[in-house]
Structure formats: structure tokens, C-alpha cells
Nanobody, 124 residues
Framework: QVQLVESGGGLVQAGGSLRLSCAFSGGAFSSYPMAWYRQAPGKERAFLAVINRNSVTYYADSVKGRFTISRENAKNTVYLQMNTLKPEDTAIYYC??????????????????WGQGTQVTVSS
């Protein structure tokens, strides 16, 4: 069974950076598409970025140019580098994966596996 474990969240000042990690186990990591989502209090879980098996990436407009998704297959890990953080980036950040490429990759119901989340808080 695939398991995902996020880490790297914390408290950071506005304008700062964080790198989140998601450790994958229970399958052939290199073949799985991987995504990042976030959920702020009182809001729906929102798509941020996805990376396919060939490291092709897609981003939500809200984070394009500030966030970068990458994967390191040798370590079974996907990353989310977050720069120029803003208070509105405060949320729980989740890693997700799918058994096959999700055609509608922005829709959360396309993903089969989810991590438990890691809290990111950006202070003003």
C-alpha cells in the first residue's frame, strides 16, 4: 500500500522560503505522478502543482513563478520549494499521488493516495 509522509513545514516570515518534502513508500515511485495541494482554514483543498514520471510539471496560477515541484527518484521523494511566501500561503500542505496520470490533474478526486499534511504558517 502506498504511503506518503510530508515534512518541512513550519513558521516563516513573509518573503521567506521553505522546502517541503514528501516521502513515498509502497510502490514504484518513479512511475507515479505526484502532486501538492493545500487547505487553508475554512477553505477547500486547492491544487498547487503536479509532476509526472518524466518530470513534466504543471502549476496553479496562484503559485506559478513562486513554487517549484521536483522529484528525486533515487530517494522516493517529491519536493515543493516555496519562495517569496505570503501570509495567504498559510495552510496545511498535502502530498498526493495517483496510480496513473490524472487527466484532470487539478481535481482532488483524481488522486488515490494522500499524506497527513504539514502545517505552513507565514507571519506578516
Amino acid at each position: 500500500q502506498v504511503q506518503l509522509v510530508e515534512s518541512g513545514g513550519g513558521l516563516v516570515q513573509a518573503g521567506g522560503s521553505l522546502r517541503l518534502s514528501c516521502a513515498f513508500s509502497g510502490g514504484a515511485f518513479s512511475s507515479y505522478p505526484m502532486a501538492w495541494y493545500r487547505q487553508a482554514p475554512g477553505k477547500e483543498r486547492a491544487f498547487l502543482a503536479v509532476i509526472n514520471r518524466n518530470s513534466v510539471t504543471y502549476y496553479a496560477d496562484s503559485v506559478k513563478g513562486r513554487f517549484t515541484i521536483s522529484r528525486e527518484n533515487a530517494k522516493n521523494t517529491v519536493y515543493l520549494q516555496m519562495n517569496t511566501l505570503k501570509p495567504e500561503d498559510t495552510a496545511i500542505y498535502y502530498c498526493a499521488s495517483a496510480r496513473r496520470w490524472p487527466g484532470a490533474y487539478m481535481k482532488k478526486d483524481q488522486y488515490d493516495y494522500w499524506g497527513q499534511g504539514t502545517q505552513v504558517t507565514v507571519s506578516s
